[in-house]
């Protein structure tokens, strides 16, 4: 469904906060300096208490600014704020991201030749050991059989140092919400991400529902960025271990077959059950709370979550462009392959056909 295109869409850079005022003063001068002019910067401000709001209007004037009542969280922010943002493409970004070079106009210039493509990330490495992949996104995100999220140069809690193994531009499963270029219109006709989930794994969610529309999601690693990762929530506090397997239950649960749900949500209670068991050998008790607590909230929201379902399915079928796209997915289990066949690197799986 190529689609060449001479236009120029119009773009909007935004930036959720939350009382982040020294971030801000760290990253946004990477983003005023490598975004062209004729794109818009907009920070949205989350309800936040700090200096936020008047470090922005004395020291970035020329920026938009858009100030949020309360702290929707990060899925709920977004939602808000684009509300008020009319443009062809949003840019969902960090606050905690440093940007280069050129770093947009590879994305745009893809997206726009190509009406088949809903979503963008460009490669992401780490601010604080720039040789190496960034947890969130890397080099493009994956799904595995069971439901569980790894990226390219990054599988389970191991980041691989880029060496370009990764520089090719490739069609993936979900992009990274740190840095996502995404079609505006599709954003709203899918239900943006979803506000219940506050923060983490939403825009897996997103980005399931717009590949069973048929749409394609890529990252082009020409265009490069750095992230500074658990600057909202560390990568293994147990708020964050709450949000990763609640919200990941309920990402099933909204988009999966449901033939598939039938074995797949007893083996996920087993495997929660195990991590537990190695949040226990490693001493984090109140991490293994937090899955019981991610469980109970699951089951509690059970019929709520349901109705979802249905909601996304039709939501789906009015937009849709052809057959779900299942890219991206993986046949084998992540789990096997990191805990039991010792595979750390993108590069040595296989059963992607």
């Avoid at 001479?6 to 490598?34: C, K, M």
């Avoid at 995404?182 to 717009?210: P, S």
């Avoid at 057959?323 to 039991?340: D, Q, T, V």
Wanted: glycine share 8%; net charge positive; proline share 3%.
């Amino acid at each position: 469904m190529s689609v060449p295109s001479t236009s120029h869409p119009s773009v909007a850079v935004v930036i959720l906060n939350y009382n982040g005022r020294s971030i801000l003063e760290q990253f946004l001068p990477s983003v005023t300096q490598f975004t062209p002019s004729n794109y818009r910067i907009i920070v949205a401000d989350n309800g936040s208490l700090d200096a936020s709001i008047s470090f922005v209007k004395s020291t970035y004037p020329n920026l938009e600014l858009i100030e949020l009542a309360q702290n929707y969280g990060f899925a709920g922010g977004y939602n808000e704020a684009l509300k008020q943002v009319e443009t062809d493409y949003y840019v969902l970004l960090n606050s905690d991201v440093e940007v280069t070079e050129n770093w947009i106009e590879p994305l745009v210039e893809v997206m726009k030749n190509d009406a088949s493509i809903a979503a963008i990330q460009p490669k992401i490495l780490a601010q604080k050991n720039k040789s190496n992949f960034e947890h969130a996104g890397a080099a493009g995100g994956y799904f595995d059989n069971l439901g569980y999220p790894f990226c390219r140069g990054r599988i389970i809690d191991f980041c691989e140092e880029d060496q370009g193994q990764y520089d090719t531009t490739q069609e993936i499963f979900w992009a990274s919400g740190a840095a996502m270029l995404v079609r505006a219109n599709l954003y709203h006709q899918l239900g943006g991400l979803d506000a219940d989930y506050f923060a983490h794994m939403e825009e897996i969610d997103l980005c399931w529902r717009m590949k069973r529309a048929g749409f394609r999601i890529l990252c082009v690693p020409t265009s490069k960025v750095y992230h500074v990762g658990g600057g909202t929530l560390a990568y293994d506090s147990p708020n964050k271990v709450y949000l990763n397997f609640r919200n990941s239950l309920t990402t099933l649960f909204k988009n999966e077959a449901s033939l598939k749900l039938i074995w797949l949500f007893p083996l996920r209670l087993i495997l929660d059950g195990m991590a537990g068991g190695l949040f226990l050998v490693q001493g984090k008790l109140s991490n293994i709370w937090a899955i019981i607590r991610a469980h109970f909230s699951f089951y509690g929201q059970f019929f709520s979550t349901l109705k979802k379902r249905k909601q996304t399915k039709i939501l789906i079928q009015k937009v849709k462009i052809g057959k779900p796209n299942l890219e991206g997915l993986y046949k084998g289990s992540i789990i096997i392959n990191y805990y039991l066949r010792k595979i750390k690197k993108f590069s040595t799986m296989n059963s992607f056909k």
